[in-house]
């Protein structure tokens, strides 16, 4: 099981809700990639990290044994959220948002990929929770205690144990807020600037069923862009060159490694 995603989409919560809930062999560490090897002896093992959404199609088609779960979230909410680590900046750019969007839209259909919006999960976590356990019926639930009713992601996060890792991306483990959906009307001049950046945001909404049209964009009247350079610069061609290549050798190992030259 692999959680992808763009950076601030919940990627994090899913997987603490996911280790909370279910009866998995094992994790791995806050951050680990589809690519890496798995332990041995796990049978059903979970990891997460949001720079594989772009880069492990290819591998993911071909393992048979490899499930997603995709995060998707209201652009607006993804680059307006601050990460703990580095609370003077905004985290991610509509430009990641776009590129990761895109990678879930393609594998949105293949039935061993489950997309789940971060604002389904939490206004309706049971919703969600069935929705996952309908695609994924080998899943588990763990029991609160020996004789207990099983967990529910509706629960979280009554007796979870949260990596401080984890626990520091999410800002402390919390219940579900729904009142954190519209957070991102409070960072005006940040979404003013991402769409003066990327003028196809307003389309983007539409097209993923954030907004029925462009007159959201009435709350921006008047406000003043802000704009960072922060992880808003497009990598150079030798970087991505360079990128490209690592994760092209990954792929080649990971397939190997699951027999699947």
């Known amino acids: 099981m692999h959680i992808v995603g763009c950076r601030r989409s919940g990627t994090t919560l899913m997987m603490e809700l996911l280790w909370y809930s279910y009866a998995f062999s094992g994790r791995g560490e806050h951050e680990t990639s589809l690519l890496e090897p798995v332990p041995p002896g796990e049978t059903l093992y979970l990891t997460k990290k949001p720079p594989d959404t772009t880069r492990i199609i290819p591998a993911f088609l071909r393992d048979s044994e490899t499930h997603l779960i995709a995060m998707l979230r209201d652009p ?31 594998l949105a259909d293949h039935p061993r990929c489950t997309v789940i919006r971060f604002e389904s999960l939490i206004t ?18 763990r029991r609160a205690c020996p004789g207990g009713i099983n967990r529910a992601f509706n629960e979280y996060p009554d007796g979870a144990a949260v990596p401080p890792l984890a626990e520091a991306s ?5 219940p579900f807020d729904a009142t954190r959906l519209d957070g991102w009307r409070s960072h005006l001049p940040r ?30 009247e008047g406000v003043a ?22 994760y092209r050798l990954k792929t080649r ?9």
Not at 78 to 106: C, E, G, L, M, N
Not at 225 to 246: D, I, V
Not at 253 to 261: K, N, P
Request: glycine share 4%; net charge positive.
């Open 225 to 246: 862009p802000y704009r960072q350079t922060y992880k808003e610069t497009p990598p150079s061609p030798l970087r991505r060159w360079e990128t490209n290549l690592r």
């Open 253 to 261: 190992r990971y397939l190997h490694s699951r027999g699947l030259r």
């Open 124 to 141: 309706a976590p049971d919703a969600a929770q069935a929705d996952i356990e309908a695609r994924l019926p080998f899943l588990n639930r």
């Open 76 to 106: 607006r909410a993804v680059v307006t959220s601050r990460h703990p680590s580095r609370p003077d900046v905004y985290f991610a750019s509509f430009q990641r948002w776009r590129a990761y969007a895109a990678a879930i839209k393609r």
């Open 191 to 220: 979404i003013k600037g991402q769409l003066e950046a990327h003028p196809d945001l307003t389309q983007s909404l539409i097209d993923f069923g954030y907004e029925a049209d462009d007159a959201w964009t009435d709350l921006l």
């Open 170 to 174: 999410l800002n402390g483990a919390r």
